[in-house]
């Protein structure tokens, strides 16, 4: 029904910059909020930054100052400034999405397939 197709992670040294995509489709009415959470080896998934349809925005304590959150409502993308990357940052990244579809009021939850970010040292 609604599909999230990440893109632009990657190798990187420590200090660099990456920047992530992720475009929502499908039978989708709306989107309520857009986010980033990322899971490293052994590690619980975190949240790492989300968006609202407003434009409000939360991060995670250890990426504020670094990454930054922004969407274009219209192209139902969110995007996700990474800069002074640590290799403590390096994990598999998700795009998540709460979305409400064209055939239902309820709101959804939805996940990307993930992307790898690496940040050596």
């Known amino acids: 029904q609604v599909q999230l197709v990440e893109s632009g992670g990657g190798l990187v040294q420590a200090g660099g910059s990456l920047r992530l995509s992720c475009a929502a489709s499908?039978?989708?009415?709306?989107?309520?909020?857009m986010g980033w959470y990322r899971q490293a080896p052994g590690k619980q998934r975190e949240l790492v930054a989300a968006?609202?349809?407003?434009?409000?925005?939360n991060y995670a304590d250890s990426v504020k100052g670094r990454f930054t959150i922004s969407s274009d409502n219209a192209k139902n993308t969110v995007y996700l400034q990474m800069n002074s990357l640590k290799p403590e940052d390096t994990a598999v990244y998700y795009c998540?999405?709460?979305?409400?579809?064209?055939?239902?009021?309820?709101?959804?939850?939805?996940w990307g397939q993930g992307t790898q970010v690496t940040v050596s040292s």
């Open positions: 499908g039978s989708l009415f709306s989107i309520n909020v």
């Open positions: 968006i609202t349809s407003g434009g409000s925005t």
């Open positions: 998540n999405a709460g979305v409400v579809l064209v055939t239902s009021p309820h709101e959804y939850d939805y």
